[in-house]
């Protein structure tokens, strides 16, 4: 077996100990994949019943809201106990940066008459992305666990802006439509067209002459498609260009989150800033826009990313 980007992956064997597999190259311990399926639950919840975040908006009570983001903390105890990392001082972190982030946009519902956005949403979304792009939280997990904290950030920022803020306009709905795919993939194909020949010529892209076995290209997509684009999709179109369109207008808007967005990959596969990674990054953050403010329904800005993160993993990595 192989990982999407060819490496070989490690297969379980008898030697190892009984407590655990090995999955995906991983030392999979019963309670992280307890944990990590506590964690996607509540995203793929928001994500395929969105009328679910808004009946438990009205429902809870205000101190409910504001607290009870302390309860994902309890991914990383699971986790963490499990695997002999656990420290006192990342369970504090993960219990009160939820609650913090639910602060502050609770302060923001109430400040923002105008529902133009307000400094709080912006100090949310600085501290979420800072926090994921330059990895501060990541030494909480075991090896090649980390994404387990990226997720637990942004169950708290759905939380935050949907049940909390009650942010309009995100398009957090993945039942896809037939317009979102048509768009999903039109958008995709618009950007190939233009990064694949500017890729090949910056030496970005490198094609593989491979016939990849069906089941591995439908597991990249999967994987690309819950990992990595709905939370990035989310963030940066949902939030962030949602937010941004209510100040600067929408070309601006869009043009700026694909710059930031862009800038998000400066240290990707590299040590030092990586002007390719950001260049091909930001143009694809256009393409990704586009798809999202065409309906303003993040499924389609999703099926592009999918798409075009699963091409480059498999065909010109």
Not at 108 to 114: I, K, L, N, P, T
Not at 174 to 180: A, E, P
Not at 204 to 213: D, K, N
Not at 232 to 257: D, H, K, P, V
Request: proline share 5%; hydrophobic share 55%; charged share 15%.
């Amino acid at each position: 077996m192989f990982r999407m980007d060819g490496a070989p992956l490690l297969v379980a064997t008898e030697h190892q100990p009984e407590n655990h597999v090995m999955k995906f190259g991983i030392d999979l311990r019963p309670e992280a994949l307890a944990a990590a399926v506590l964690l996607v639950a509540p995203m793929l919840a928001a994500a395929f019943c969105p009328a679910s975040s808004e009946r438990l908006a009205k429902a809870l009570p205000r101190t409910l809201r504001l607290f009870a983001p302390a309860l994902l903390g309890v991914p990383y105890v699971m986790t963490a106990q499990a695997y002999g990392i656990f420290r006192w001082g990342w369970l504090v972190v993960y219990v009160l940066l939820p609650v913090a982030v639910a602060f502050l946009l609770d302060q923001a519902r109430s400040a923002d008459v105008s529902k133009r956005g307000n400094w709080r949403d912006y100090a949310v979304l600085l501290l979420l992305g800072l926090a994921v792009d330059l990895r501060w939280l990541e030494p909480a997990w075991p090896a090649k666990l980390a994404a387990l904290g990226k997720i637990l950030l942004l169950d708290g920022g759905i939380f935050g802006f949907l049940i909390v803020r009650r942010l309009d306009g995100v398009g957090f709905d993945l039942r896809l439509t037939w317009k979102d795919v048509r768009r999903g993939i039109l958008e995709y194909l618009l950007y190939a067209v233009i990064a694949i020949p500017l890729g090949l010529w910056l030496g970005f892209l490198h094609v593989h002459s491979i016939v990849p076995a069906p089941l591995r290209v439908i597991g990249a997509f999967v994987f690309t498609f819950v990992f990595i684009a709905i939370p990035e999709e989310l963030f940066f179109r949902g939030w962030l260009q949602n937010l941004l369109e209510r100040r600067m207008g929408r070309t601006i808007a869009l043009l700026s989150t694909a710059v930031l967005f862009g800038l998000s990959h400066w240290n990707k596969r590299a040590l030092h800033f990586n002007w390719r990674y950001v260049l091909m990054a930001a143009i694809a953050g256009v393409f990704y826009g586009r798809a999202w403010r065409a309906q303003r329904r993040v499924g389609a800005s999703v099926l592009t990313h999918a798409s075009v993160d699963t091409t480059w993993s498999i065909w010109l990595r």
